[in-house]
């Protein structure tokens, strides 16, 4: 694991599955009294892999990921004689195609126009969800925006994603930042905090986890009297497909949705192509344009 801090462009939590795969691939060799790495043959490597035959093919890919790392971490090292990532199986697993649950462009709009932001509170989450519907921000990264993510000569927002550890540039689009600029202005409370969005009670903290961002999202859904039904579990990432479909629906190409999303894989945003909304008129890819001047 020392090895992959210093080394590896990982994030905590991604060292921290990889430490997790490798403790539970141990417990199962000191079960079978394997004392040494060259005493690992094809038999015990299977008896690993189907360890495994619960789990989702998400999850089954990830471990078998994490495994041959390290054994090949150790045949590199010269901890073992043989490469023992060979012995692994092929397993292929099923891409999982699960459709993204999204609010339509009117459910959303709806949303954003039943906050009340004559208070402070208000103003916060109107300036989250403008951020999370016209931007598309996974709710982790919302709450790491700092308040020198933003350019606002060159109108741009600059932020690494907590997902990928990759870092990004939007475009600062007029409706996001003129909420942005209210919530500064007229609703943050008066503090000294290098991030953006804080509590609103004492001690006035950043947002611990990105929960707080669901949170608010559940509350401001109730509060509109969106009804979705039972089977649409529709959280606040359903903002970041509302405008990654929305995108789709006016034409826009997909490496340009993958970008403005973030994604590292244009097979994530191919997702979307499974989603069909209607009575978008409009073709321009500007994401402002999708939700117009109306919210």
């Known amino acids: 694991m020392i090895y992959l801090k210093t080394n590896c462009d990982y994030k905590k939590s991604t060292i921290k599955h990889k430490e997790l795969s490798v403790r539970k691939m141990m417990n199962i060799i000191i079960e079978l009294k394997i004392s040494s790495i060259d005493k690992i043959d094809r038999g015990v490597i299977e008896t690993i892999v189907s360890s495994f035959i619960h789990e989702t093919p998400k999850s089954v890919t990830h471990n078998l990921g994490d495994l041959k790392q390290f054994f090949q971490f150790c045949f590199d090292s010269s901890l073992s004689r043989t490469n023992i990532v060979s012995y692994f199986p092929i397993i292929r697993t099923p891409h999982e195609t699960r459709i993204p649950h999204s609010l339509s462009v009117e459910e959303a709009k709806q949303l954003l126009a039943s906050i009340d932001r004559s208070d402070s509170k208000g103003k916060r989450d109107y300036a989250i969800l403008m951020?999370?519907?016209?931007?598309?921000?996974?709710?982790?990264?919302?709450?790491?925006?700092?308040l020198s993510s933003f350019n606002w000569e060159l109108k741009t927002i600059t932020i690494k994603q907590e997902k990928t550890n990759h870092t990004i540039i939007l475009p600062l689009l007029n409706d996001?930042?003129?909420?942005?600029?209210?919530?500064?202005?007229?609703?943050?409370?008066?503090?000294?905090?290098?991030?953006?969005?804080?509590?609103?009670?004492?001690?006035?903290?950043?947002?611990?986890?990105?929960?707080?961002?669901?949170?608010?999202?559940?509350?401001?859904?109730?509060?509109?009297?969106?009804?979705?039904?039972?089977?649409?579990?529709?959280?606040?990432?359903?903002?970041?497909?509302?405008?990654?479909?929305?995108?789709?629906?006016?034409?826009?190409?997909?490496?340009?949705?993958?970008?403005?999303?973030?994604?590292?894989?244009?097979?994530?945003?191919?997702?979307?192509?499974?989603?069909?909304?209607?009575?978008?008129?409009?073709?321009?890819?500007?994401?402002?344009?999708?939700?117009?001047?109306?919210?």
């Open 131 to 146: 951020i999370a519907s016209h931007l598309g921000l996974r709710a982790i990264d919302i709450i790491n925006l700092k």
């Open 176 to 295: 996001v930042g003129w909420s942005i600029i209210d919530y500064i202005k007229n609703g943050r409370p008066n503090v000294e905090s290098e991030y953006l969005f804080i509590e609103h009670r004492a001690p006035y903290d950043r947002f611990s986890s990105s929960s707080a961002i669901s949170s608010i999202f559940t509350r401001r859904m109730h509060d509109a009297k969106l009804n979705i039904g039972r089977n649409r579990r529709c959280g606040i990432h359903s903002l970041r497909h509302t405008l990654g479909t929305a995108l789709l629906e006016k034409e826009t190409p997909l490496p340009v949705i993958s970008q403005i999303l973030g994604h590292q894989s244009i097979k994530s945003t191919e997702t979307y192509m499974r989603i069909n909304l209607r009575g978008l008129s409009e073709c321009p890819i500007d994401p402002e344009r999708v939700f117009d001047d109306e919210v």
